[in-house]
């Protein structure tokens, strides 16, 4: 029998600090859909309002920060009328096992998505062992 799931918009989530923020303005988690392969991880970020300039991306004693930075819409003769738009920050860290080649990390931002690509160390793939006689 096929399982069907329901999808479900996800609203856009502040990201819940535990230490000081030495900066001011919201700070959201981007929501993220990880697909794995033998060969790869693929990591999709959802990060509307940004573009590939005001991505940050740092990889540490194996945690992977990714930040971005929303930029204001600002004309000088508009006043603002409505605002719903929530400018501010994205960020969101991962722990990168022995798995991942860390030196070969590549990374894209296209149409607000940040897609990384994770690919696994060689002593991490699948591969056949000939048992002899």
Avoid: C, H
Wanted: hydrophobic share 40%; proline share 4%; charged share 30%.
């Amino acid at each position: 029998m096929a399982e069907t799931k329901e999808l479900k918009a996800k609203e856009k989530q502040e990201f819940i600090n535990t230490a000081e923020q030495t900066q001011s303005g919201l700070v959201f988690t981007p929501a993220v859909d990880i697909f794995e392969t033998e060969r790869e991880i693929t990591l999709l970020a959802d990060m509307p309002g940004v573009t590939g300039d005001n991505v940050t991306i740092d990889l540490n004693e194996g945690i992977l920060t990714v930040s971005g930075n929303i930029k204001p819409w600002e004309e000088a003769d508009e006043s603002d009328v409505l605002i719903e738009f929530e400018v501010g920050k994205y960020y969101r860290q991962f722990s990168l096992s022995e798995v991942i080649d860390q030196s070969k990390i590549e990374a894209k931002m296209e149409d607000g998505v940040l897609r990384l690509v994770l690919p696994k160390a060689e002593k991490a793939m699948p591969r056949k062992i000939t048992v002899t006689s």
